[in-house]
């Protein structure tokens, strides 16, 4: 590397650092030496230490795996309302005092932010229990274990190839500031996603888990059920595009409705260019969706446990955006609650929508003519002020004729929005987390049926 | 040492016919000539443990890359700046082969025993891995360069540009779009990534390499004055490349600003389209993303064999057997080259994360699909082909990690889209339209997991009628099947009418990496495309 760029040399002759995710103790000790090197105003630092481990196959060969481990350390100064970041991997005392240095210098250079609000001071939070040692402490011979669950039936004949990835992570979050707030969160995700594909090109099927525990991933059961809807989908036939009753497997309804997070946004409701604005105000306190539809966010939720925290360190409590078809509450950061005289909610993150009292099984049994859709794919927005998205269908796409899945059809585009579906909703099963955002922030939903959904055209995509 | 870069400077017109000459390239000045590059000797020794560990514990076959990866971001919203963020990292990615299986660890502990150990790890992974081994991974061959550098077409590093410059310059152009009646709200920001790359494999090639990528956005929102619409132009009103601080120069974001902020205003008085059959006519601006989408996610090798069907899917384009040399993807007058050597573009680099200089490849010769991207890893899986076309079989260079945490794979390469042998423009192409919509700037795009089906929209559509643009339309989106719309390509413009269009953030992988990454096109017509509305009202 070269010398004129003034890289830092200490990380090659430091002492060793703790390894892995670091705990509470030791990610204080890192803050607080941290803060204490500060020379501004207002100063925040926020850790990321993670260890993520995982292993892909496919064309029922293992492909790449491995692990990362690493920890970032990010300074926010402030001076003023003049504000600036520096994120560097770097713990020696040379590696954060450099970090310290330069955010210092960049923020006093920048143009002031009038919507700073200074750092918050102690705060209480709930302690969500995310954490699965046996997650945490997976080996890579566990692994590799668990993929021939899949690889093993699938090399046993010749009509199937399978494709799948394994990603586990042990995550620890840390924040503190120099008004004292001092916030601590770790966790562990185990995902697996399985693709099982027929040989003849026809048929595929796809299938997901995730879990905070390694151990309630039920691999054989996962691949099973993926090997079952590859056969059932092979040599689909086209039928019509136009409108459809749609049964949406947990995974599909997450696909779309998970998308409304993004528009609980009350600024852009106040600023008249979200889904949620209206002349001379928002849609607050109005129906919006069908009233057996809730919307919540709640770090605490056995099915989410997420951070009790958002990167400022503020508290997350249960939010419900929308309550029985009503929205309910839009989502605030703490400058605009301040200007709007509300109360700060943090994001709309880790999504959930309240179970309703059907099953998968008898969203298809009451059906007389509609469409099974395991998961939807390549999401794109086209109208912000609808919610109107494009997308397909994919991996295991069913017509369903007199309440039993009757024959596997052709993947389809649709062009609808997550609003107009709940509008036009039919049931709701029980919420289950699901696995397609791969160890992302944890989003849980119900399987749900709806009339009248969209599909403008076909695709030829297997 | 000649390097690559000094290589094409001097006599790049010796590569072949498919080399995209500078010529074609003529809003980017040569860069300037920069100080020689030194590898760091503290690095190389980390690099030479790396490998000798993982020797020891076994592996058969290893590489390590050592990098420093810095970006720079500065985020504003009409008068003040919301974020200035600067990320700089340093770390190791150790990939092993043992018994022909894969195992990679990524450690930041950059000391002999912290490399040492990410070695150890990897092999530990490899040998637990060969429980659940059927086939062995086997490299292509590549030859041991020893050692080499390169560094990216940029003349100022914008590490070196001040804060204050940086937010000046957006909230400058800010001020000016707000002047536009209807603009209510402006966002603009600045991305820089800077990244000095290692790498060494156990064949004996190191490598020290130096880039650095520029990308400006803004978006202007005009708001109908009884609130009862809103219309967007941006965020990718310039595009991002590899080049930096003088590339955002060039751009002139403070002029161009009342221009975007215009556009926005008529967009929302725009009727909306009636759908149907139009010819469409594409800018660069809109046609790389299709491009992208269309013909380099489907002609990846490792899409084609089912690696990445769990995630990004698989492609139409196969199998091999069926489709090389014969599938007829578009019209004879596409042709589409794959390469990493173009100044400027994105993938441009000299040496690719498997060690391998990357070489200018044809995809598409006279609308025949003829070459897959590879790596070493995949390029022994088209051995009969090239065996019967009497072509070497050697990777072209595709192999590429987002950064020392993660793990090299197929990543596509610039892929470009040559212009048509007559000198055309977008007026020509426009004035020799009847009945047409012509689109510009990327907007919402969607495409099926083997890229068959696909729609696109636009930030700004024109109507065209006998020759002529008369005015803005608003929600239309054009709906294709892949080779039945490269089919319909009737016209192309020509060299002065080439440009390049990218994006830093291509995801594919899993877990996803994102790949910085430019294709190059002149404007193209196509014939008789579907034009669907996709507006909606509440």
């Known amino acids: ?462 | 040492m000649t390097t690559r870069r000094d290589f094409l400077a001097t006599g790049g017109a010796a590569i072949g016919a498919l080399a995209v000459g500078p010529g074609l390239l003529h809003a980017i000045p040569r860069p300037r000539p920069l100080p020689a590059l030194t590898l760091d000797a503290v690095v190389r020794e980390l690099m030479m443990e790396a490998l000798d560990a993982a020797k020891r514990a076994g592996a058969s076959w290893a590489d390590v890359r050592i990098a420093r990866n810095r970006n720079n971001s500065v985020q504003t919203r009409e008068r003040q700046v919301t974020d200035v963020v600067d990320t700089d990292t340093m770390g190791c990615g150790v990939r092993v082969l043992v018994d022909g299986c894969w195992g990679f660890a990524a450690t930041q502990q950059l000391t002999k025993a912290g490399v040492g150990e990410a070695a150890q790890e990897a092999v530990a992974i490899a040998k637990a891995n060969r429980v659940a081994r059927d086939r062995r991974v086997e490299l292509a061959p590549a030859p041991a360069l020893g050692e080499r550098t390169w560094r990216s077409a940029y003349t100022i590093d914008p590490f070196t540009i001040a804060i204050e410059e940086k937010a000046d310059l957006l909230l400058r152009a800010n001020a000016a779009a707000l002047t536009v009646p209807t603009v209510r709200f402006v966002n603009s920001g600045l991305a820089f990534v800077k990244e000095e790359r290692n790498y060494a494999n156990t064949e004996g090639t190191v490598t020290t390499q130096d880039y650095v990528r520029s990308w400006v956005t803004m978006s202007c929102t005009a708001v109908a004055p009884d609130r009862s619409g809103t219309a967007v132009r941006g965020p990718e009103v310039v595009q991002p490349a590899g080049r930096g601080w003088e590339y955002v120069l060039e751009a002139d974001i403070v002029t161009n600003a009342k221009v975007w902020a215009a556009e926005a205003a008529e967009k929302l008085t725009a009727k909306s389209v009636e759908p149907g059959r139009y010819d469409l006519i594409l800018h660069p601006s809109q046609l790389f993303l299709t491009i992208h989408e269309s013909v380099a996610h489907a002609t990846e090798l490792d899409r084609a064999m089912g690696y990445e069907a769990n995630y990004a899917g698989t492609s139409f384009v196969a199998p091999p057997s069926k489709v090389l040399g014969s599938l007829k993807f578009g019209s004879p007058l596409m042709q589409v080259v794959g390469n990493r050597s173009e100044p400027g573009a994105l993938a441009t680099i000299g040496y690719d994360d498997d060690g391998v200089v990357p070489e200018d490849f044809p995809i598409i010769t006279n609308g025949i699909f003829v070459d897959y991207q590879t790596n070493r890893e995949q390029a022994p899986w088209l051995r009969e082909y090239y065996q019967k076309t009497g072509r070497p079989v050697r990777s072209h260079g595709c192999s590429y990690a987002q950064s020392w945490a993660d793990v090299a794979f197929l990543r596509m390469p610039n892929v470009s889209l040559q212009p048509g042998p007559k000198d055309l423009g977008w007026d020509d192409l426009i004035a020799s339209t009847d009945k047409g919509i012509a689109m510009i700037g990327r907007a919402s795009y969607s495409i099926d997991q083997q890229r068959y089906n696909a729609q696109f929209g636009a930030q700004l559509c024109y109507e065209i009628r006998k020759g002529k643009i008369v005015g803005q339309v608003k929600d239309a989106a054009y709906q294709m099947r892949t080779p039945d719309f490269w089919n319909t390509l009737d016209l192309l413009g020509g060299k002065k009418s080439y440009q390049l269009g990218g994006t830093f953030n291509d995801g594919k992988g899993q877990p996803g990496q994102a790949n910085a990454v430019s294709h190059g096109c002149p404007p193209a017509r196509f014939r008789n495309a579907t034009i669907i509305n996709t507006g909606r009202t509440v």
């Open chain 1, 1 to 462: 590397m070269s010398r004129d760029l003034g890289t830092p040399r200490s990380l090659f002759d430091g002492a060793r650092l703790p390894d892995g995710v670091l705990s509470r103790d030791e990610a204080q000790a890192l803050v607080e030496r941290t803060v204490k090197l500060s020379t501004a105003d207002a100063v925040r630092v926020s850790v990321q230490s993670s260890r993520e481990t995982n292993l892909r196959f496919a064309d029922n060969q293992l492909s790449t795996s491995g692990v990362t481990t690493n920890t970032t350390i990010r300074v926010q100064s402030v001076f003023g309302k003049r504000k600036a970041s520096v994120v560097t991997n770097d713990r020696s005392d040379e590696g954060l005092r450099r970090a310290v240095q330069q955010s210092e210098a960049i923020a006093r250079l920048a143009p002031e932010d009038p919507e700073y609000l200074g750092e918050l001071g102690a705060q209480t939070y709930a302690p969500v229990d995310a954490w699965s040692e046996r997650t945490a402490s997976l080996t890579a011979e566990d692994r590799a274990k668990a993929a021939l669950t899949a690889l093993a039936p699938a090399r046993a004949g010749n009509e199937l190839t399978v494709a799948g990835f394994l990603i586990c992570n042990a995550a620890a979050s840390a924040i503190g500031t120099n008004a004292g707030l001092f916030a601590y969160h770790r966790g562990t995700t185990a995902n697996y996603t399985l693709t099982a594909r027929t040989t003849d090109g026809t048929g595929s099927g796809w299938v997901g888990a995730e879990d905070t525990d390694w151990d309630r991933i039920d691999f054989a059961g996962v691949a099973t059920r993926a090997i079952e809807k590859a056969r059932a989908s092979r040599n689909p036939v086209a039928i019509e595009p136009g409108r459809y009753t749609v049964i949406f497997e947990p995974e599909a309804t997450a696909n779309l409705v998970g998308l409304m997070a993004n528009a609980f946004q009350a600024r852009a409701a106040d600023e008249g260019r979200s889904a949620f604005a209206k002349a001379g105000g928002t849609k607050l306190g109005e129906r919006i969706v069908d009233p057996r539809v809730t919307l919540l966010s709640d770090p605490r939720d056995p099915l989410i446990l997420s951070s009790p925290f958002d990167g400022e360190g503020l508290p997350l409590d249960r939010q419900v955006w929308v309550k029985d078809g009503v929205l309910n509450q839009l989502a605030y950061s703490r400058y605009w609650a301040n200007r709007q005289g509300k109360t700060p909610t943090g994001g709309s993150g880790g999504l959930r929508m309240a179970d309703g009292p059907e099953s998968l099984e008898s969203l298809i049994a009451g059906t007389t003519r509609g469409i099974l859709v395991t998961r939807l794919w390549y999401l794109r927005p086209l109208d912000q002020r609808t919610l109107m998205y494009t997308g397909l269908t994919r991996d295991g796409t069913f017509l369903v004729e007199n309440g039993k899945i009757a024959r596997s059809i052709k993947n389809f585009r649709f062009n609808d929005s997550p609003l107009f579906m709940l509008n036009n909703l039919e049931g709701i099963g029980k919420a289950v987390r699901t696995a397609g955002g791969e160890g992302g922030p944890g989003v849980a939903m119900p399987p749900i049926r709806v009339r009248d959904f969209n599909f403008t055209s076909l695709s030829d995509a297997v």
